[in-house]
């Protein structure tokens, strides 16, 4: 009778139920397990939506090299409209803004605390800038020469090269990414070696059955089959207490990062979890609980011998 019960369908389920059987005479410590997986799992996963947030925010501020034209303080605005105009006949030139003085003043008096200071001016003090975005890499030849350029211009006082927010950005942003990658290796290594102790813990604890078992016949197959099916419920539902920390976790990050992409001008970007954010801690877990309790079931022990 045991022999009919080495293979197929039955010999799953049978194993299966063993499996919550002893999940259940030890609810606490495979609880806490659980819970460390889930942790494990999640913190990466937060950190990779709050990057993927960033990455949204980038291009809105930071990722296209631009150049800023201080225009001098008697230059009429036709000559103005004229600088801007030919900045859009340039090829090179992605898209041009002209910030009038008024305005510059007008969004200064609007920062925290200086509506005291901008009323102090009896007549105001800003130039006017013509602002450009550049389809050329930060500090290449092109927009230095282009920089050249304009300084000569007699219309032109001065001109900065918007370029070094874009370069810190970007790079922050992609070590920030490969952190994210290099700490998920770390934690899914980690995980198979909770697993895995967790796993041998059990299997020494059950050297007596796992002895009687090889005395009436049974397989080392399916005497293992029990302590892989631990590792997969375990890692089944650590991931799903992970992907429902990945899910609070986007919710906290998200909201500030919300508003500061409103800031932007973002106004319809949303900052959360995707349903592939919600599954990958789920599949992970599910398919490390059992890679780690498969190694452990498969180790040399007292218990096979």
């Known amino acids: 009778m045991l022999g009919s019960k080495h293979g197929g369908a039955i010999a799953h389920v049978e194993a299966s139920r063993e499996a919550v059987r002893r ?4 609810p606490l410590r495979h609880t806490v397990g659980v819970l460390v997986m889930a942790l494990m799992l999640a913190l990466p996963g937060v950190a990779w939506v709050a990057l993927r947030a960033l990455d949204v925010m980038l291009p809105v501020e930071a990722t296209t090299p631009g150049v800023s034209i201080f225009v001098g303080q008697d230059v009429s ?16 030139v992605l898209a041009v803004e002209i910030v009038g003085r008024d305005q510059g003043l007008q969004a200064l008096s609007q920062l925290a605390g200086l509506g005291d200071l901008v009323g102090a001016f009896e007549t105001n003090p800003l130039p006017d800038v013509v602002r450009l975005a550049i389809d050329a890499l930060p500090g290449s030849e092109q927009m230095q020469a282009l920089s ?14 918007d370029q070094g927010l874009s370069n810190e950005m970007r790079n922050a942003l992609v070590l920030g990414q490969r952190l994210v990658l290099i700490l998920g290796a770390m ?24 002895a009687l078992v090889d005395l009436v016949g049974g397989t080392q197959r399916y005497a293992r089959r ?28 998200g909201q500030p990062l919300s508003r500061l992409l409103t800031l932007y001008g973002e106004s319809a970007a949303l900052v959360g979890a995707t349903p592939i954010d919600m599954a990958v801690p789920v599949v992970c877990g599910t398919l490390l609980g059992g890679l780690g309790a498969r190694i452990a079931a498969r180790l040399p022990t007292v218990a096979w011998t």
């Open 148 to 161: 050249l350029s304009l300084e000569s211009d007699p219309r032109v006082e001065f001109v900065r090269i």
């Open 23 to 26: 999940l259940a005479n030890d």
């Open 187 to 210: 934690v899914l290594a980690a995980i198979v070696l909770v697993v895995t102790g967790a796993t041998r813990i059990e299997v020494t604890r059950a050297r007596a059955e796992l």
């Open 77 to 92: 605005e036709e000559d103005i409209s004229a600088l801007a105009d030919e900045m859009v006949d340039r090829s090179d």
């Open 226 to 253: 029990p302590f892989v099916y631990m590792g997969l419920v375990q890692g089944l539902a650590g991931g799903l207490l992970a992907s429902a920390f990945v899910y609070g976790g986007a919710i906290l990050v």
